[in-house]
């Protein structure tokens, strides 16, 4: 069983910057492709980024690309998604989330989930 802690949310103005992070239990933490969702009130959980198990790979939603960074310390079991130049739009709980099985945008790619992190941009 892989659990996931996310951390780094919270208030930003826009313009602004957050990083957040994600600890993963897994022994195996190098064999996960990891990747960050988000779910703003009444909207579905919409893709942000991923990277592949070995961090050489990466990949991003259109809409934060240029923006927001995803990167991968597997020495820490940690992943990270440095969040630049933030907007209101950006508000929302952000997921950390694992696959042992690939990588991708696809929701159902993805076995293991944490409890999210909220962030909110003031505009």
């Known amino acids: 069983q892989v659990q996931l802690v996310e951390s780094g949310g919270g208030l930003v103005q826009a313009g602004g910057s957050l990083r957040l992070s994600c600890a993963a239990s897994?022994?195996?933490?190098?064999?996960?492709?990891m990747a960050w969702f988000r779910q703003a009130p009444g909207k579905e959980h919409e893709f942000v980024a991923a990277?592949?198990?070995?961090?050489?790979?990466?990949y991003y939603a259109d809409s934060v690309k240029g923006r927001f960074t995803i990167s991968r310390d597997n020495t820490k079991n940690t992943v990270y998604l440095q969040m630049n130049s933030l907007i209101p739009e950006d508000t929302a709980v952000y997921y950390c989330?694992?696959?042992?099985?690939?990588?991708?945008?696809?929701?159902?790619?993805?076995?293991?989930w944490g409890q999210g992190t909220q962030v909110t941009v003031s505009s």
């Open positions: 990277v592949s198990a070995t961090g050489r790979n990466t």
């Open positions: 989330a694992a696959s042992f099985t690939g990588w991708g945008t696809s929701r159902d790619i993805y076995q293991h």
């Open positions: 897994a022994r195996t933490f190098s064999n996960y492709a």
